[in-house]
């Protein structure tokens, strides 16, 4: 946990760093007639993000937050296999959708969480996983017009549109 | 009086069909979220506004209103049953209701969170009636500096009073308000802050990124790890009897539910404050008060009372500032916020005069949730039960499915749903080293009209930031804002110099 906080505390103070340089890509001082420059928001509270991160690390050695003091594990072993599983899978699930398309990734990702990762029987996941699709279609593409992304499976949608759209 | 002609006219849009439909709908929805561990009002909120996109604002509202409501009182639901809070605002709950279902006696747990959460609400929303038109009309004569000192107020209240790691508090308002920035400068409109030259990020960052990556992905990833094993779930013996003669025992504890209620309100107007300490604080009030305090923690119907019946007073609270000012009271109304301003609505006092029918429609809608909550909470309670044996292996991955999909359709853009799945991984990580999340939703939601306000301000002023003090309600605002965001720094001296009396000592 003691090293989780520091590694944290000084990655953010970096990205702190990052987006005070990013906002002095405009005026961040008084423009005469303008008022405060487009960049002076944002730079001012990068500053302010920074401060946070310095005393953070004050806070830091001197142990006085729980996490600089806790000797647990950030993660321990459980944790870090269900996020690594878990956190694959959405991940997985979003790319595919640039190439099968939300009704290909979706049912693949639900087959695999509620199978794989929950052990259900493969009558409750085809039940759930083959549903849902369906209903996603009914409710943003026919009835609010929000097409959903279909990656190469396009193609296949085009007699569906002809119906419902 | 022309209050009552409103709020008439209030109840004749909230009795539309499509509008009861959605109101009945929406507590159902809500029970049903706030009974499931790990997700509250906050989570169903956010995963659902897109959904929102089928009806007219009014309604969306209505519907998203209906959800807050039914999840206060559905929290209670698996306080009760499994010992776990359903949502952080029924942890108070389980300190009485879950010794109450350990003895047998759930019914009545459920039946005095039931009773206690429409008193609560029915109790709020009369003083929210009578409160905002009033505090509206006030607010109508704020120019820039008043708003934007509303805003530092808001932000620091999280400072001041949430209790949270300060340096991390400031850290979460502060990423917030830039990340609102990211896109293009409102004034000069050219493009700001496109963070790695990524293209995706030359428009905006939706709000709705943020809120679904933290509260759909991000508390999916949370509740995952937290709740390892499996719960014991108690037995509610329900019949016509038992459950008369528990009514007859909770309307005996009116006294506690009222001081509980008032509390909740009040504590749910602030933004940093809301549901979850004013039932905590409701709790601690009614043990110092109530004559059987000793027994609180061992089964006592008025502990129930007092948490349920203030989370939901506090829940109405969270709406008097949204509605009134466009400072949202809590982190579910920064996101009927943000809302507003997606289906085209500008927030703040002049929603009393440009949209009534929103105010209330709205307003009388929330009379017609709690009815609806009641019911659906007393003859609901066996299938809420059933429910709440749905393994999370099921839930969990209908969840993400729900908030990948519902981000895709609010910004139609895929990049959008990669950073939210960047934000949900940072917010699980955050979370788990004490950073709060909160007041970054509160921030990206309130920075766009924070950076105007501000930028508005100082060009009247000519860069003279006196501006902000001179004027009378702004003076007053700011001068509480600074003394709240340095109260941690008194705190810090004084504890400093009580430690030295006591090394001296």
Not at chain 2, 13 to 37: H, K, R, W
Not at chain 2, 419 to 444: E, H, N, Q
Not at chain 2, 478 to 493: E, Q
């Amino acid at each position: 946990m003691r090293r989780a906080e520091i590694t944290t505390a000084v990655l953010l103070a970096a990205f702190s760093i990052y987006l005070m340089w990013k906002s002095a890509e405009l005026p961040i001082g008084w423009l005469p007639e303008e008022g405060p420059g487009g960049g002076a928001f944002p730079f001012w509270l990068a500053v302010i993000m920074l401060g946070s991160c310095i005393w953070i690390i004050v806070n830091w050695f001197r142990r006085s937050s729980p996490p600089s003091q806790s000797s647990e594990p950030f993660m321990d072993n459980y944790a870090v296999k269900r996020f690594a599983l878990v956190g694959g899978g959405v991940t997985a699930m979003i790319g595919l959708i640039h190439i099968l398309g939300v009704f290909g990734s979706l049912p693949l990702f639900l087959i695999y969480y509620i199978r794989f990762l929950g052990r259900h029987s493969w009558a409750t996941t085809l039940a759930i996983a083959l549903s849902a699709p369906v209903v996603v279609f009914f409710f943003f593409d026919v009835a609010l017009r929000i097409i959903m992304p279909k990656g190469y499976l396009e193609p296949l949608f085009l007699p569906l549109y002809d119906i419902f759209l | 009086m022309e209050i009552l002609q409103h709020l008439f006219d209030g109840f004749l849009i909230a009795f539309q069909p499509l509008n009861i439909g959605l109101v009945v709908l929406g507590v159902i929805v809500g029970l049903f979220i706030g009974a499931m561990p790990g997700l509250g009002s906050v989570n169903g909120v956010a995963i659902l506004v897109p959904m929102t996109f089928l009806v007219p604002p009014t309604s969306a509202i209505i519907f998203l209103a209906a959800i807050y409501y039914g999840a206060m009182y559905g929290g209670a639901i698996s306080s009760i049953m499994l010992g776990i809070p359903g949502a952080s605002t029924a942890v108070a709950t389980t300190f009485d209701g879950r010794p109450l279902a350990l003895k047998g006696l759930a019914d009545k747990a459920l039946v005095a969170a039931a009773v206690a959460s429409f008193f609560g609400g029915t109790l709020s929303v009369i003083l929210f009636t009578g409160f905002a038109p009033p505090l509206a009309a006030v607010a109508l004569s704020f120019g820039d500096q008043e708003i934007f000192a509303l805003m530092l107020l808001a932000f620091a209240t999280f400072v001041g009073l949430s209790g949270d790691d300060i340096p991390k508090t400031i850290f979460s308002i502060a990423i917030g308000l830039v990340l609102s920035t990211v896109g293009f400068d409102i004034i000069s409109g050219e493009p700001r802050l496109v963070l790695f030259e990524i293209s995706g990020f030359l428009s905006q960052i939706n709000f709705l990124v943020l809120a679904i990556g933290i509260y759909g992905i991000g508390e999916m990833l949370w509740t995952i790890e937290v709740s390892r094993g499996n719960s014991m779930m108690s037995k509610a013996v329900i019949t016509v009897d038992r459950m008369l003669a528990n009514m007859k025992e909770v309307m005996g504890t009116w006294k506690i539910a009222t001081t509980s209620s008032l509390l909740g309100y009040f504590v749910g107007i602030l933004p940093a404050a809301g549901a979850t300490p004013g039932s905590l604080m409701a709790y601690g009030v009614a043990k110092m008060t109530h004559k059987n305090g000793e027994n609180f923690g061992k089964g006592e119907v008025a502990g129930v009372v007092a948490p349920e019946a203030a989370n939901n007073a506090a829940s109405t609270g969270s709406m008097l500032p949204m509605l009134t000012l466009g400072i949202p009271g809590s982190p579910t109304t920064a996101i009927l916020l943000g809302a507003m301003v997606i289906w085209g609505i500008t927030p703040g006092p002049t929603l009393f005069i440009d949209e009534p029918e929103l105010v209330w429609g709205l307003t009388a809608s929330l009379y017609v949730a709690n009815f609806f909550a009641l019911l659906a909470n007393i003859f609901l309670i066996p299938v809420f039960l059933w429910v709440l044996r749905m393994p999370f292996t099921i839930l969990a991955p209908v969840i993400f499915a729900l908030s990948i999909i519902g981000g895709y359709a609010a910004t139609q853009r895929l990049h959008d749903v990669w950073l939210m799945l960047v934000f949900g991984v940072v917010g699980y990580l955050l979370r788990k080293l004490d950073y709060p999340l909160a007041p970054a939703v509160l921030a990206i939601v309130l920075g766009p009209i924070a950076e105007q306000k501000l930028r508005q301000s100082l060009i009247i002023s000519d860069g003279d930031l006196t501006t902000f003090v001179t004027r009378p309600i702004s003076g007053t605002i700011t001068v509480i804002a600074i003394f709240l965001i340095l109260m941690p720094v008194f705190k810090m001296i004084r504890d400093r110099l009580r430690r030295g009396t006591d090394s001296a000592a």
